[in-house]
């Protein structure tokens, strides 16, 4: 007869958190690092670039949304750039000495926040992935982008043109995005990942960049 739970034996102590060790290091040797470097045309480094990387190989769920906060101050988007996963809310303050009138005419996320200062508007929420530029309709040197994806890794290249991350092993659709890079010139590579603990891939824009989008505005994305 087969004993009922009250009566089934416990696994010892010692026996349960050898077991969990074992899971936990199964997981852990399935990762590996992955290291990207991204180049401009003339083969210089190109910090600030967005990456994003999908796995071909499992079905991977998008990134837990976030609330972020992008802020207006000195008559500029602090920060300029955000990259945020799919189903977040971005909040964006007035900090500023000044009003300013808040819009995107992106498909990916239509809307106008009128004329403020402070904090009287709730969270706008991006529930669709793509790309989402912001203007102010009084201050023409303004601009700011959210990018919204459903990747589950992302980030954006640092000083050296580098960016690296734990991943899963398996392939990946690799695709690198600059607010500088010409319309279409997108770049999309595959990478796998197999029984090695590193992998990396150098990518370099096809196109030569273009000229900083506003005269006598500075953006995180203007200087490389």
Request: proline content about 8%.
């Amino acid at each position: 007869m087969r004993p009922s739970a009250r009566h089934a034996r416990a696994f010892p102590a010692w026996f349960a958190a050898l077991l969990v060790g074992a899971l936990l290091h199964g997981t852990m040797a399935r990762s590996a690092t992955i290291v990207l470097a991204v180049q401009t045309a003339d083969a210089r480094p190109l910090p600030g670039a967005v990456i994003t990387l999908h796995n071909l190989s499992v079905t991977a769920h998008p990134s837990v949304p976030v609330q972020a906060v992008m802020d207006q101050v000195n008559r500029a988007f602090e920060p300029d750039l955000l990259v945020v996963p799919v189903g977040s809310s971005v909040e964006f303050p007035n900090s500023d000495s000044v009003s300013h009138q808040i819009y995107s005419f992106s498909p990916a996320k239509r809307f106008q926040l009128p004329l403020y200062r402070g904090k009287p508007y709730p969270p706008v929420h991006f529930d669709q992935t793509g790309l989402v530029i912001l203007g102010c309709n009084i201050h023409d040197s303004m601009l700011a982008y959210v990018l919204v994806t459903d990747a589950p890794y992302f980030g954006r290249t640092d000083a050296s043109g580098s960016w690296s991350a734990e991943v899963p092993r398996g392939t990946y659709k690799v695709t690198v995005w600059h607010p500088r890079m010409q319309q279409g010139s997108e770049l999309e590579r595959e990478i796998s990942i197999g029984d090695s603990d590193r992998a990396s891939l150098s990518l370099r824009v096809a196109k030569a960049l273009q000229p900083a989008p506003l005269e006598g505005a500075h953006h995180s994305w203007d200087t490389y």
